[in-house]
């Protein structure tokens, strides 16, 4: 279980790609712009709600669901986990405050 990590997720979702809509939640999600935003968007809230509430459970159930999330909508616009670990690792070092600084210039 300690071996399954974003990367696998990706690309287990990534197989689900080509797979009928109908019988594939991850595919539908990709024909259906609004609705993937829309879950994100709600998952989102949902982990804010139980981080609020102190419930680590539910925290871990949610977080769960936003990530997979996620992962979908990084497969519809062909963005890749190491596309974002390496912009993560360019913010390496540099302050949280300075690098918000930096993108409103």
Do not use: Q
């Not at 977080?63 to 596309?83: F, G, N, Q, T």
């Amino acid at each position: 279980m300690t071996d399954y990590n974003l990367e696998k997720l990706f690309d287990d979702l990534l197989k689900k790609k080509k797979f009928d809509k109908e019988k594939s939640y991850t595919s539908s999600l990709l024909t259906n712009k609004n609705l993937l935003a829309k879950k994100i968007g709600e998952e989102s809230f949902e982990v804010i709600l139980e981080y609020l509430d102190n419930n680590k459970m539910k925290i871990i159930n949610e977080s769960a669901d936003l990530l997979y999330h996620l992962c979908v909508m990084w497969i519809s616009v062909d963005v890749k986990p190491d596309d974002v670990w390496r912009e993560l690792h360019r913010r390496r070092g540099i302050s949280g405050l300075d690098e918000k600084k930096s993108r409103l210039s």
